[in-house]
């Protein structure tokens, strides 16, 4: 026998799409900017950065998995994910804000704090990401809805791309 599951409202389906259009404003500005600042802002050669970026992206395949594992796990009053997006927000944005200040640091001083501030913008992300993605399969456990549902995200997804790029060609 067959379930019959209510279809997701339009309502439901942009309300949770445009979580990755505010993902995408914040993470393309990031990447589009990151490697000017560290090199010619900050002062760190693009070999190191380079570096830095492929040390941080293994990091970050190592973790996105163990991040899963944890807010699938998790059993609170907000539920399994909801907590991630709440309380990780706000630290994510701290973050943010640190991986582009411009502390007076010898070189290697500063090569540390991109690694730091870099590293831990990233384990943000993920703590955020992660549980955001994983939140599709607690919203309906409808197949098809699921597929609508990811066609919405990933559409404003590229829309959030699209402004920051449109926003920011002339810098």
Do not use: C, H
């Amino acid at each position: 026998m067959s379930q019959v599951f209510e279809k997701l409202t339009l309502k439901e389906k942009i309300g949770y799409s445009v979580g990755d259009t505010a993902s995408n404003l914040f993470f393309q500005t990031f990447i589009l900017f990151m490697l000017y600042f560290y090199t010619d802002v900050f002062g760190i050669s693009a070999a190191a950065v380079g570096t830095m970026f492929l040390v941080t992206r293994i990091w970050d395949a190592v973790n996105d998995p163990i991040m899963g594992m944890i807010a699938d796990r998790t059993n609170s009053r907000w539920g399994k994910f909801r907590p991630y997006l709440l309380f990780v927000a706000v630290p994510f944005g701290i973050i943010g804000v640190l991986t582009f200040t411009t502390p007076d640091f010898d070189p290697n001083g500063k090569l540390i704090y991109a690694y730091v501030t870099y590293t831990l913008m990233m384990m943000f992300y993920t703590a955020i990401n992660v549980p955001y993605s994983a939140l599709m399969a607690v919203i309906t456990p409808n197949s098809m809805e699921r597929t609508v549902l990811s066609s919405f995200r990933f559409v404003a997804a590229f829309m959030g791309g699209v402004i920051v790029q449109s926003t920011t060609m002339s810098l």
